[in-house]
């Protein structure tokens, strides 16, 4: 396991700041001129966090990885009691702005719970699919396992989060609710194999080397 460092300060830094920003604006949806389906706001950064988790699971191993998944949980938690507490304080009469307020991060909490159980299944999921991946290819062919756990740990927190979302506590029905989540996980497919560059990059920025099997190939002649 490689001994933490700065840089695996930076993509936690970047990891907890993409979950906790997405909560707020997550519950805006929109219509994207190149995807058919309804698509949150949310999907717009959320991408990000697998690439970390699967660089980091490579890099740092699999318990790094999953000290990242439970500080990222821990963020959302402070986002959902820090939102909840500030729009429950009374406002000041010189205020006005108080409904507005309300509506925004009124909503953050059933997000942030949605967000909670789809975010904790997936990203542990997506931890667990990569090392398996790795143990089955024999550490080889990084982009395969990158998107094969990212594929299938989508579709989790696509289902979770949507079903707690928009249909437990939301308007969808259930017709809705299979179209969005069937649209939600295409789209991130989608994301997943574009964004497998810089799976690649990543590695590079951290070890020197593009791919695990160049960077074994090096140890080995250093070694020799």
């Known amino acids: 396991m490689r001994p933490l460092d700065n840089k695996y300060l930076i993509l936690l ?8 920003i997405l909560n707020v604006i997550s519950g805006k949806l929109s219509d994207l001129p190149i995807w058919p389906t309804v698509v949150g706001a949310g999907i717009i950064c959320y991408w990000i966090t697998f690439p970390i988790t699967d ?20 963020a959302n938690a402070m986002v959902l009691g820090l939102s909840t507490w500030a729009v429950a304080l009374t406002p000041h009469e010189t205020y006005a702005h108080q409904d507005a307020f309300a509506t925004v991060l009124g909503s953050v ?25 790795k143990r089955v290819t024999g550490g080889k062919h990084m982009w395969l396992r990158n998107n094969l756990s990212t594929i299938s740990s989508q579709l989790i927190d696509s289902i979770i989060f949507n079903g707690i979302a928009f249909y437990i506590f939301g308007s969808w029905d259930i017709h809705t609710m299979i179209g969005a989540t069937v649209g939600y996980w295409l789209l991130k497919i989608c994301i997943a194999i574009v964004d497998t560059p810089l799976v690649y990059l990543l590695h590079f920025w951290l070890t020197g080397h593009w791919s695990p099997a160049q960077k074994a190939e090096a140890d080995t002649s250093e070694s020799a």
């Open 109 to 133: 909490p059933i997000i942030i719970l949605a967000s909670l159980c789809a975010y904790l299944a997936a990203q542990t999921h997506d931890v667990w699919a990569y090392h398996f991946w």
């Open 55 to 74: 660089v980091v699971s490579e890099v740092y191993g699999k318990a790094n990885a999953q000290f990242l998944v439970w500080m990222g949980f821990l």
């Open 13 to 20: 830094t970047v990891f907890i700041s993409v979950l906790s």
